[in-house]
């Protein structure tokens, strides 16, 4: 038994699910930008960790590709607030 399925059938199915992928990710990135503007102007790592609703992991990969941070004291790590969004739309941005 064969079945054939038409090629047009198949281009929508695989469109659609492109553009459903592709939508969810814009908003999860719009999100993430949108609540930095509920972080301070200078947040410390476990504040930035719970607006963002990010792990350590992510933070610290973040850190590697390069989002600057301040060392207020060996205990104190800041991130300013226009520095992640920066980075944030610079990495992230679609």
């Known amino acids: 038994m064969e079945l054939h399925i038409?090629?047009?059938l198949m281009q929508k199915q695989i469109a659609l699910s492109i553009v459903t992928i592709a939508t969810a990710e814009i908003e999860k990135r719009m999100k993430l930008l949108t609540k930095t503007l509920?972080?301070?102007p200078y947040g410390n790592k476990e504040t930035i960790k719970q607006v963002l609703g990010i792990?350590?992991?992510k933070l610290n990969k973040w850190i590697s590709m390069g989002l600057k941070i301040q060392i207020?004291?060996?205990q104190d790590i800041r991130i300013e607030r226009e520095s992640l969004q920066h980075?944030?739309?610079e990495n992230f941005e679609v």
């Open 55 to 57: 792990g350590d992991k």
């Open 87 to 89: 980075f944030l739309a």
């Open 6 to 8: 038409p090629d047009e």
């Open 72 to 74: 207020w004291s060996p």
């Open 38 to 40: 509920e972080l301070p």
